[in-house]
């Protein structure tokens, strides 16, 4: 890839941001034919796309808030990619449990509704349940004065390995994809951009890339781009934090995720069986500082134990978390006071400069985020595409056996083959990137990645020829970020429910 960037004069499409959005800009421009270049500054994935829920959904929240064409246009999101990414994305049930009298036909009629505007691409249609059944579905629900609930379905994925998938798929399609590659400022020629100026992190070195558009895909650090074409810009983008909890699976098990529609900050909380935890979340707190790292802010993990024990049998509490993690979200300004209630439609914007940027939207509809950006550069630049073919491609993976997400009962041969086909086949830089996202060991049980480091520290020094100093260097900077996502020992719960 670094070759392919040396040896080219000129790109047709150069894009800043390797998340959702960027890769699915960057598999949308290749496959029309156009020379085609990301870079990220960190890994694939890093940021807000490897931190979320983990569902791919139409939205119920957003039905309740009038918000028709995004849940519309989710729906189909959702069916095309249970399609193109059936290795990644499956059918999840849900119930929303009923605790009052007027909840189950509130609820099922909006989930009716929700079936119907899925159309044939819907996942199965939502169910009224007695309260038997209810308990039968998820019998660790708190039985008093639960009346019944609705069953209905969404999809769940693995929003790293998808973002890999989508990378992979890119690089099929000849197109040239660097992490670890920040850039540095743009280039321009008579006040339009015609280029990034870009740094290889891990080997110092720096590259002029000359392209004729460039597209912003940064997320949350949209604004920061924007600030390199023009320091006097209107901030567009209201970030606001969302953090998980994962636990074992006994306190939710069965295969059924829980829904509840409305907590104390009008957000929508979710138990969803993941990998073969139950990840609870999530939690919209506005934040001023935008870093690589967020971390869960002791209220928040308060919140959702609090909120999440009401409806339990048995109380998650802080020595039972397995991992947190805190993601951020890129919300496009608006009039709102409330974070929850501003926009996850996306924006797509033309500076003066020329500069594209595309911002906002959630993961469901990352695909149909990447058409419209790239439709646009292609008429704003007159550049020489194909029609966009996404709605039928099939994503990298879909016909291999998929990739373990926790690592703890590997053999050492398994380990290291799994590493070696990391660095190999998908760029797996860092301790982090691997126990992070390339497997999700971090995100599953933090406790067990931080005893597994040093081993696939070792495992990956030896398969990229570097040195034991490299070793240390990265078992420290993985156990550093590590303890972001465990609750410390010191810490003390007082949860009124």
């Known amino acids: 890839m670094i070759q392919q960037l040396a040896a080219r004069e000129e790109w047709d499409v150069c894009i800043i941001g390797g998340g959702a959005t960027g890769l699915g800009a960057a598999l949308d421009a290749a496959s029309r034919g156009l020379k085609t270049i990301l870079f990220e500054q960190f890994d694939f994935a890093k940021g807000t796309s490897s931190r979320s829920t983990k569902l ?7 039905l309740q808030q009038g918000n028709i064409k995004l849940v519309m246009e989710a729906l189909k999101e959702r069916g095309l990619l249970l399609k193109n990414a059936s290795h990644l994305v499956h059918n999840q049930k849900f119930v929303v449990p009923n605790y009052k009298w007027w909840e189950k036909p509130f609820y099922g009629i909006g989930l009716k509704i929700y079936d119907r505007m899925a159309g044939k691409l819907g996942l199965g249609p939502s169910e009224f349940l007695s309260k038997e059944e209810t308990l039968a579905m998820a019998p660790t629900l708190d039985p008093a004065g639960l009346k019944g609930g609705v069953v209905y379905h969404d999809g769940q994925f693995d929003d790293a390995r998808l973002a890999i ?63 390199m074409d023009d320091p006097e810009h209107e901030r567009i983008i209201s970030p606001s934090q969302g953090i998980h909890l994962v636990v074992d699976k006994e306190f939710l098990p069965g295969d059924t995720a829980i829904m509840i529609p409305r907590t104390d900050d009008g957000r929508v909380l979710f ?9 609870l979340g999530t939690t919209d707190t506005p934040v001023d500082n935008i870093v690589a790292e967020p971390v869960p802010l002791q209220k928040e993990i308060d919140f959702i134990l609090k909120h999440i024990g009401r409806y339990l049998t048995k109380d998650p509490g802080l020595g039972d978390i397995r991992s947190m993690f805190a993601g951020l979200r890129p919300l496009v300004k608006g009039k709102a006071k409330k974070t929850a209630a501003l926009s996850r439609d996306h924006l797509v ?6 500069l ?30 194909r029609t966009c073919s996404t709605t039928e ?6 016909d291999k056996p998929p990739f373990p997400p926790g690592i703890n009962s590997l053999s050492n041969d ?42 696939v520290a070792r495992f990956m020094a030896a398969e990229m020829v570097l040195d034991e100093k490299w070793v240390t260097g990265q078992i420290n900077i993985f156990n550093a970020i590590a303890t972001n996502y465990l609750p410390s020992a010191n810490q003390k719960l007082k949860i009124k429910n």
């Open 271 to 279: 138990a969803v069986p993941w990998h073969n935890k139950i990840v």
């Open 356 to 385: 594209i940027t595309i911002t906002g939207g959630k993961w469901t509809t990352y695909r149909k985020m990447a058409e419209d950006v790239i439709s646009l550069a292609t008429e704003q630049y007159n550049l020489p595409a």
């Open 165 to 227: 998938s989508i990378a992979q798929t890119a690089a099929l399609h000849e197109g040239v994809l660097l992490n670890y590659f920040p850039v540095r400022g743009l280039l321009k020629m008579q006040n339009k951009v015609c280029g990034v100026w870009v740094k290889d992190s891990i080997s110092g070195l720096e590259y002029e890339v000359k392209s004729k558009s460039v597209v912003n895909a940064t997320g949350v650090f949209t604004d920061a781009v924007l600030n």
């Open 56 to 62: 791919i959904h139409g939205g119920v929240r957003y």
């Open 414 to 455: 398994e380990l290291k083959m799994l590493v070696r086909l990391s660095v190999q086949e998908e760029m797996c830089m860092t301790v982090e990137d691997f126990l992070s996202r390339r497997t999700r060991q971090l995100l599953l049980d933090a406790k067990v990645a931080v005893d597994i480091a040093p081993k």
């Open 393 to 398: 491609m099939k994503l990298y993976g879909h």
């Open 349 to 354: 914007t033309i500076a003066a400069s020329g």
